[in-house]
């Protein structure tokens, strides 16, 4: 059985390299039966070689419980048939078993990279799991015009250029690149904007620019300041500045103050990167910095990322699922991932020997494309940085389980507070935005013990409620979330394990009275009574904080002092909901303002229509052109035109 195509890799030879065996399937109960799973194991040994893999483990649903890689696929997970020397984490993952799928590669590299793959993509409970993995921040010069652009990107490095990162945060790469506009005055508008321009635009006029647009410089000047750049940001910032210096000095010379007060100005900028710097990192080259900290049960990694001898920032990484695992291993599987996102540098630092370590950097260097040597430093600046990054590590998890300890008191106020039985692990709040009815959005954020679960937010269009009737809306809101889960209370068919089909363990309304007989009338109708609801709406006393009432289904209300924790942890529940659902009314209301008539017609793409308007200026104008007319827009060939006229001439 082969689900997805989740056996090739995204790699042009994917299909050469990686090949998908069928999974054997076994008929079960749902329920954890060891047996059932050993059995499943066994039957899938039988069709087994001694070849490199990765191989998957399924529940009875399909889902993905484990991915895992071996040098040979027959001894590894042969292995999981003797329970006796397995640990009882394991034992539980092999009753939840009833399938395997199997990939064979070409070496053990390969299964290394698919294994981190694969994890990213199904994100196993049983497997080492990175919680925050999402996209870096790159600084781009890209090299698809005369005149580069310098710009921010996150995501696929598919646009021609150089990249420059990983920065640990936008706001580093956004001081960065404020700097670097300065320093080397690069464009940073896009080539719709440079190519419409007749003028300088203000970035000139306050030196963060140098105005290619109207021929302010010249292409082999911007060349020059292109190079500069690029040697700057590939670690010979040094050369820069001593450049710049001898520059400034002829200007001085040559009574040319103008030019060597803009040149003063570009020093300055690029004294401001080196001195923002808060680790010295000279001498260091392209290097990450990984440091491990465990304690009470969790692990913090700390990162530094080393460019060309420069900072460009920290971030903490807490590792979930580890279990029972050592340490290395851990540590392991987050370089793994890690890199699974980012381009690995030639030098990978860390403060302990790793599991397979010279299988890891073997790996990573067959994605990266170069030689990747993984140490523990000894000495010198290296060993400096290391201490640094563990002594970060350390403090960065005391804060974190510091946090978590008041957060699971909080927790348990709140269930107090509130009457339930048990702690709420997933929290869902609601609320709506429109302007008097119009472009109205519901929004649902969720909380968890561990933070807000930005990944299961939701927003809502809402169709029915035509009037300014919150009520309504509101009702409209509670019926989309919870219908599948009206029809499917056990979540055992369809989106197994989507959040549409998670039952919540609270439902907070941004409400009054009102809201909360909506959203109780509701569910009462769906059959649906057993989700503890609460609306949490300002007093009588608007404006003031802590004057917040909470309102229970019985018509009951409830207050909380001033200066309670739990009080404080609620409004921060009902601000977010609230962030988000404006959020979503605005984006909605401005592609309502940016909407064009052309965009109801079939086959008509942003191209075509920005085409049109350059070609007829208005949409009105389109909707009366001949077809003739219509043929001789640029861009527009005489199928697309027939298509065009028909759409407005339907009826002859």
């Not at 395997?100 to 590299?109: C, K, L, P, R, Y």
């Not at 910032?237 to 007060?261: N, R, Y």
């Not at 000894?378 to 990054?389: D, E, I, V």
């Not at 070609?615 to 389109?622: P, R």
Request: charged share 25%; net charge positive.
């Amino acid at each position: 059985m082969s689900r997805t195509k989740a056996g090739s890799p995204h790699d042009p030879r994917g299909k050469e390299r990686f090949h998908e065996e069928s999974a054997t399937k076994v008929v079960a109960s749902a329920q954890p039966d060891l047996e059932a799973g050993i059995t499943a194991i066994r039957d899938t040994v039988k069709t087994l070689k001694p070849r490199p893999g990765v191989y998957r483990m399924l529940d009875t649903r399909g889902d993905v419980l484990y991915v895992g890689k071996a040098r040979s696929l027959k001894a590894r997970v042969a292995n999981y048939t003797q329970v006796k020397g397995l640990s009882n984490r394991i034992q539980r993952m092999i009753s939840q078993c009833r399938a395997m799928e199997i990939v064979t590669t070409n070496s053990e590299a390969e299964a290394l990279l698919l294994e981190a793959q694969l994890i990213k993509r199904y994100r196993p409970p049983f497997n080492v799991l990175l919680r925050d993995d999402k996209s870096f921040p790159f600084i781009l010069l890209r090299a698809d015009h005369a005149y580069p652009r310098i710009m921010k990107h996150r995501g696929a490095r598919k646009a021609k250029g150089n990249y420059y990162g990983p920065f640990a945060s936008a706001g580093s790469v956004n001081k960065t690149l404020n700097a670097l506009q300065k320093l080397f005055l690069l464009r940073s508008c896009t080539d719709s904007f440079f190519n419409n321009r007749d003028r300088p635009c203000l970035l000139y006029q306050i030196k963060r620019c140098s105005a290619p647009c109207v021929g302010r410089i010249d292409e082999a000047g911007y060349a020059s300041l292109v190079r500069e750049a690029k040697d700057f940001l590939g670690g010979k910032s040094g050369a820069v500045q001593t450049q710049i210096e001898k520059q400034m000095a002829k200007a001085a010379d040559d009574l040319d103050f103008e030019t060597a007060a803009i040149l003063r100005d570009r020093l300055r900028a690029a004294t401001f990167i080196q001195g923002s710097q808060a680790i010295n990192a000279q001498g260091v080259g392209d290097a990450d910095v990984f440091a491990l900290a465990a304690k009470g049960g969790q692990v913090g990694v700390q990162a530094f990322f080393i460019r060309g001898g420069q900072n460009w920032g920290h971030r903490t990484f807490y590792p979930r699922n580890i279990g029972d695992l050592d340490m290395d291993e851990v540590l392991s599987n987050v370089l793994l991932q890690f890199y699974e996102e980012v381009p690995p540098p030639r030098t990978i630092l860390v403060d302990r020997e790793l599991a397979e370590q010279e299988l890891v950097a073997e790996a990573l260097a067959e994605k990266a494309g170069h030689a990747v040597a993984i140490s523990i430093p000894q000495r010198g600046t290296r060993r400096k940085l290391m201490s640094q990054a563990q002594r970060n590590a350390v403090e960065a998890l005391d804060r974190r389980l510091a946090e978590s300890g008041t957060k699971a008191k909080v927790l348990r106020e709140l269930a107090e507070f509130l009457e339930l039985d048990d702690v709420p692990q997933r929290i869902e709040v609601y609320d709506n935005s429109h302007i008097q009815g119009t472009k109205a959005v519901g929004a649902m954020v969720v909380a968890s013990a561990e933070g807000f679960e930005k990944g299961q937010y939701r927003k809502f269009n809402i169709k029915s409620a035509q009037t300014n009737d919150d009520f309504g809306m509101m009702r409209e809101v509670m019926s989309r979330r919870f219908r599948n889960l009206a029809e499917n209370p056990d979540g055992e068919e369809g989106k197994a394990n989507s959040h549409e089909t998670v039952w919540p363990d609270l439902v907070l309304i941004d409400g009054g009275k009102g809201q909360m007989s909506s959203v109780r009338d509701t569910l009462a109708e769906m059959g649906i009574e057993n989700v503890p609801l609460i609306a949490i709406a300002k007093g009588p006393h608007h404006g003031r904080e802590g004057r917040e009432v909470f309102h229970f289904p019985d018509g009951r209300e409830k207050t909380l002092p001033v200066n309670s924790p739990l009080l404080f942890y609620l409004q921060t529940l009902r601000d977010e909901v609230h962030r988000y659902a404006i959020g979503a009314h605005r984006a909605k209301r401005s592609r309502a303002i940016t909407a064009s008539p052309l965009d109801e017609i079939p086959g008509i793409g942003p191209s075509r229509k920005r085409a049109l308007l350059l070609h007829f200026g208005t949409a009105g104008k389109v909707r009366a052109a001949a077809l003739d007319d219509l043929k001789r827009a640029p861009g527009i060939s005489e199928g697309v035109a027939q298509q065009i006229y028909d759409f407005y001439h339907a009826g002859g």
